[in-house]
């Protein structure tokens, strides 16, 4: 009984293992397959792969570095309705805006749910996009280091959202915008240069 038991929970943590993935940027220079790079609004993002000797997983990371309304890159063969999706960031520079996000039930580049976290505001707020238009639902104020590596990530299911910055549960949120799944990925604002790493995505 007690070897059952125990293959039973080696067979429930395998099968939660197998239902996450992580990118670590690190098997080419250039954007893993199924990455596509593009933006909401107007401006050419710049989305490459670029080695850096801070990364949590050396040696690359995924860099944006252009200028747009908001800088996206989605993992186009994703579909993920209620699940999680993680990333860590730094925010290197910016005049504008200092950011770093995750999006989730992305449907195309203007129509996505985004949390995002800003070295020059000091906060993490959570929105919708539907056509373009950015809507806030829920937010925080907290001290977001630049030139630091934070961790950023979300839990969804339904329309219950969990948010969870460097390890500490912010806020729960709800919204009910977008009910079905959709593509996963990473944003900034205007001319935020921002570092990604250690981007991960699943299911609860």
């Known amino acids: 009984m007690r070897w059952r038991i125990l293959s039973l ?5 395998l099968t939660a293992q197998l239902a996450a993935e992580t ?8 954007l893993p397959a199924n990455w596509r790079p593009t933006a909401t609004g107007e401006g050419v993002a710049i989305w ?3 080695a850096d000797n801070t990364a949590p997983s050396k040696p690359n990371v995924l860099k944006q570095s252009g200028e747009a309304t908001y800088p ?3 993992k186009d063969d994703t579909n993920l309705q209620d699940g999680f999706v993680e990333v860590k960031f730094k925010a290197v520079a910016g005049k504008e805006d200092q950011a770093g996000g995750v ?13 995002r976290a800003n070295a020059l505001e000091d906060n993490v707020r959570i929105y919708h996009f539907v056509k373009g238009k950015r809507t806030q639902f829920k937010g925080a104020n907290l001290t977001v280091k630049p ?5 950023l990530r979300v839990e969804f299911k339904g329309s219950a959202f ?3 910055f460097d390890g500490r549960h912010l806020f729960d949120a709800e919204d009910g915008t977008f009910k079905d799944a959709g593509k996963v990925g990473v944003w900034t604002k205007a001319d935020s240069v921002t570092l990604f790493d250690d981007f991960q995505f699943g299911e609860n």
Do not use: M, P
């Open 147 to 151: 030139g630091e590596w934070h961790t």
């Open 9 to 13: 929970a080696a067979t429930t943590l």
């Open 23 to 30: 990118i670590h940027f690190d098997d080419v220079r250039k």
């Open 103 to 115: 999006v989730w039930r992305a449907q195309d580049s203007d129509n996505y749910y985004i949390c």
């Open 72 to 74: 996206v890159c989605l």
């Open 48 to 50: 490459s792969v670029v």
């Open 162 to 164: 969990k948010v969870i």
